[in-house]
């Protein structure tokens, strides 16, 4: 068993084109997002998967590894899947994952992503046998974020498994307001772990009703049947979307390097 960490980054971006080099505290965006994911010590490789040549020539500047993979994917989760599988041709191992390899999806805009969240799911994954693949929520702590289509929450059963993921507001409560002291309201953080036998399956399978309704992928996972566990977290994760997040985000990474 190997558990590899993958970086999806592409070049293109509505809101902020070429945002994976953006510069940020005197390096891309890209290498912040490498180097923290590097620190989760459950890895044993952390790939980059890109589409794009000036994206992997600033992964290896900055010492990381990166893999291209086709501009044609149709999702993220297909580019994680290419990546593994190209890396392992490349260097000669074998041609695909193995079924009991662990797959780790760690988005290519979160540089202050807490290794400590990319090893609780990697090391859910590789001890609980029983999960096809793991994923991270936090607490809804706002009704605005609860009503928001942006902010994708998640009903949980009571042993932490996804029961459903949603734009909407879920669980409703019929009568009243949303209680955000209760426990109930938590929002889907976007990093994902797969067991290798059941990311091959999942790439097989085209889009359902469901995710293309309302634009998430995991709901194909459960269209599928798929055990989705998920870890919990106080972090709500610093993403950046926008040029003006990426001012933000490095002051934060400044002042964190200085501390």
Partial sequence: MKTYGVIPSRFGSSRFPG????????????????EAVRKAGALDEVLVATDDERIADAVK???GKAVMTPSELPSGTDRVACAVRTYLAQTAQKGDFSDDDVIVN?????PLIDPALVDALAVKMKTEAKWDMATAVT???SAADFSAKTVVKVVLDRNDGAMYFSRAPIPCRRDGEPD?????????????????AFLKRYIAEPPCELEKTEKLEQLR?????????VVRTEDEGVGVDTPEDAVRVEKLLAERSHA
């Fill in 139 to 141: 607490p809804i702590r």
């Fill in 180 to 196: 955000l002291a209760g426990g109930l309201l938590v929002r889907h953080l976007g990093i994902y772990a797969y067991r290798g």
């Fill in 61 to 63: 500047a900055h010492g």
């Fill in 19 to 34: 945002k994976p080099l953006a510069m940020l505290a005197g390096k891309p965006l890209v290498a912040w997002v490498v």
């Fill in 106 to 110: 760690v988005q290519g805009d979160e």
């Fill in 221 to 229: 996972a459960l269209w599928m049947g798929a055990k989705i566990a």
